[in-house]
């Protein structure tokens, strides 16, 4: 079992930057692959970017390629998706997720934080 609480969310201007944490709780958050989806009005949720338990694999979807960087800390139990480059289209509510060993569903979700990118 794992909780998961997302910060850093606001509002930044077309071509700006903002850096999201999120804050787990337990001691299997270094088993975990984690992931941020982002979820825009409108629309379905959709995976933003994924790591490995050890950080040494990284997925991105083509739409941030190059704009945002995951990372995570696993002795502070923390997870990063700095986003540099911001477009209005990056605006959504931000969900982490954790995805538990030899499981391909996301078990665990944060509740979201805003991000407002505005042009």
């Known amino acids: 079992q794992v909780q998961l609480e997302e910060s850093g969310g606001g509002l930044v201007q077309a071509g700006g930057s903002l850096r999201l944490s999120c804050a787990a709780s337990?001691?299997?958050?270094?088993?975990?692959?984690m992931g941020w989806f982002r979820q825009a009005p409108g629309k379905e949720r959709k995976i933003v970017a994924r790591?490995?338990?050890?950080?040494?694999?990284?997925y991105y979807d083509y739409s941030v390629k190059g704009r945002f960087t995951i990372s995570r800390d696993n002795a502070k139990n923390t997870l990063y998706l700095q986003m540099n480059s911001l477009k209005p289209e990056d605006t959504a509510v931000y969900y982490c997720?954790?995805?538990?060993?030899?499981?391909?569903?996301?078990?665990?979700w944060g509740q979201g934080t805003q991000v407002t990118v505005s042009s």
């Open positions: 997720a954790a995805q538990p060993p030899y499981v391909s569903s996301w078990n665990y």
């Open positions: 337990g001691r299997t958050f270094s088993s975990y692959a």
């Open positions: 790591i490995s338990s050890s950080g040494g694999s990284t």
